[in-house]
């Protein structure tokens, strides 16, 4: 079963703007991470934050986490049309740190 | 650049006939999981091992499916017989640890399965 779910399930936008993804996760982590797929391709892992965390940067990227309300939000600045791709959050047991649940993705368009 | 790779990376086979999809992992990640993903089920967790002992594998269907990890250089998902249903993109993942109890995973590229 899906732990996560994200949210919109699509999201077009223009280049150059930013680009908002929602997930939801049901119950408590030690982490979570964001995992991009382009088409016809595996998975790549873009971040992690900690559930200690609240706020994460990786270049254009900036992930939030509010375990009160166990939700994470994905915002990427800038978007460029390289940034079309579908995007997973991922979330893992706390028992067992190794296996991670991933959501149902957002697939982003960006319209050059 | 370390990649896991996966082979093959495309099969078309009938119903009915057996089908091996292997991986091989990032030399030095302990962890292997074995997914698949289909437009209606999203991704799902088949089966994983950690240092080469299978962990979890819950989310197979054991009657017809089978993971092994003759050694750390390959993993292998076996279905017989194969059915329509199974009609998917399997993906391999190598892990590692990478802090207190965070891992992290590296897909291959992929086998997309076509059971007719």
């Known amino acids: 079963s899906q732990q996560g779910e994200e949210d919109p399930q699509a999201l077009s936008i223009q280049e150059g703007e930013n680009a908002t993804m929602n997930c939801s996760y049901k119950?408590?982590?030690?982490?979570l991470q964001w995992y991009r797929q382009n088409s016809g391709r595996g998975l790549v892992h873009l971040i992690l934050?900690?559930?200690?965390?609240r706020e994460k940067h990786s270049g254009r990227l900036r992930v939030t986490l509010d375990t009160s309300k166990k939700s994470s939000s994905l915002l990427i600045t800038a978007s460029r049309a390289a940034d079309t791709a579908s995007y997973f959050c991922?979330?893992?047991?706390?028992?067992?740190?190794?296996?991670?649940?991933f959501g149902t993705g957002t697939r982003l368009t960006i319209i050059p | 650049d370390a990649r896991v790779t996966q082979t093959p990376r495309h099969k078309v086979t009938e119903m009915g006939q057996e089908v091996t999809m292997r991986c091989q992992p990032i030399?030095?990640?302990?962890?292997v999981f074995w997914y698949r993903q289909t437009m209606m089920q999203g991704l799902e967790l088949l089966a994983y091992?950690?240092?080469?002992?299978?962990?979890?594998d819950s989310g197979m269907p054991k009657d017809r499916f089978s993971a092994e990890m003759p050694d750390a250089t390959l993993a292998t998902l076996k279905i017989q017989p194969s059915e329509p249903r199974d009609s998917a993109v399997y993906f391999c993942?190598?892990?590692?640890?990478?802090?207190?109890?965070?891992?992290?995973?590296?897909f291959g590229p992929g086998t997309r399965l076509t059971v007719t």
């Open positions: 993942a190598s892990g590692f640890l990478v802090a207190g109890d965070s891992y992290e995973q590296y």
């Open positions: 119950t408590s982590i030690n982490n």
């Open positions: 934050i900690r559930s200690n965390e």
């Open positions: 991922a979330t893992d047991a706390q028992l067992k740190g190794e296996k991670l649940t």
């Open positions: 030399l030095g990640h302990n962890t």
């Open positions: 091992f950690r240092n080469r002992a299978p962990l979890d």
